[in-house]
């Protein structure tokens, strides 16, 4: 039997994305840099996933709610896998350059594609459902005070 990815507790750089995110997908995203990209265990395939997020700045270092995409998001034919983190909380400013560290507890669903944008975007809220639901439980809660967290 194969060993559980989870959890799998990582840092990265919060770097521009395709721009799709707010605009098309009301949905904002913060994108993970390359290297953090390219050191992914296999182990962790193509998919939605849920967990929480810490932004790491000046005057933020709260843990918040979030569903990830990992993968080359089909619907849209990219060619290079990504990391884009949907923190579960509304923020005035983008975050570019700052650092985000996510802990991923579980997965949603593999990464698939879409007939429409409006499939997409109804996939996406039921994702942003499922994480808060799953995020609630005490198994989910007890990396809140995860040493990884407090570095």
Sequence with gaps: MLKSPF???TLG????GFGRGSKELACPTANL???TVENLPTTIDEGVYYGWAQLLTKTNHEIYKMVTSIGTNPFYN????TIETHIMNEFANDFYGEQL???LLGKIRPMKTFQ???ELTSAIQQDITTANC?????RCRQYLNHSFFKK
């Design 116 to 118: 429409n944008l409006n």
């Design 7 to 9: 959890p799998y507790f």
């Design 13 to 16: 750089t919060i770097v521009r």
């Design 134 to 138: 799953e995020l609630n439980s005490n």
């Design 33 to 35: 840099d390359e290297t």
């Design 78 to 81: 990219n060619e290079k896998k």
């Design 101 to 103: 560290k996510i802990v």
